[in-house]
């Protein structure tokens, strides 16, 4: 007794559905037995319409491909970036890279606590000197007179005017006197603030924090001033902002 299928039941059940016909068909296992002269008049275009399908299926995507490309391009079109928007953009990126301190690694397994700012001003934190700086580039700062320079007085000088130690500087005690001394002999002479960084340098890192930031207020366009002889008058975007004339000690009056 031959063996029972189970699957013909399935099969049969399956020519009824027209979306499984050609999975499931026994015709088609039917006829590939039979030799070519007797082979049925609907293999062929069976065939043909599945390749047709195919290609079919390949031109649509082709076309959802080519109308995005097409959408973006016009985008592109009607908003050209310039290079300065380019440049802003590279920067905000850099500044945004620079900001992670730490570099991970592949592997590394972290919390999302560990992306906060707390956690990566961590790893900003420099590690100790191990070298002494003033040996390596044989610099002395009291035979130079170094101490008129406040760009490098204000390197071993804290926020509020005290002199770091040698565990922040990594000097030898010789040169840590060396920069110490130099330190005195600027702020005696007027040359060095005694309780806060050099002007300068504050006037320096405000500049640069201006530069970088990215809420900073833009040129204000179409300014221009009128003197009527009593007033100057700034008219910017329908807004007039008057400035009194101040008494002058000199001779000169100002331009009609």
Known sequence: ??????????????????????????????????????????????????LLSLVGVAESRKAVRDEEMRRRQAYSRANPQTAAQDQATFTARTELTKQIHRRWRAGDVYAPHDLSGVEMSKWKKRGKVTRDVFDVVAFDPLATGSYKNFSIMSEYVTPMGRIRGSKETGLRPVNQRKIAKAIRRSIGLGMMPSVHRHPEVLYKARERARENDNYKPGPMLGNYAKWDGVHSTVSSLSMNYYWPRLPRKSSTSWPQ
């Open 1 to 50: 007794m031959p063996p029972r299928l189970q699957c013909l039941n399935a099969a049969r059940n399956a020519v009824s559905i027209p979306s499984l016909g050609m999975r499931f068909s026994t015709s088609r296992i039917a006829s590939a037995d039979l030799p070519a002269a007797f082979e049925t008049p609907n293999s062929d275009s069976n065939r043909v319409s599945g």
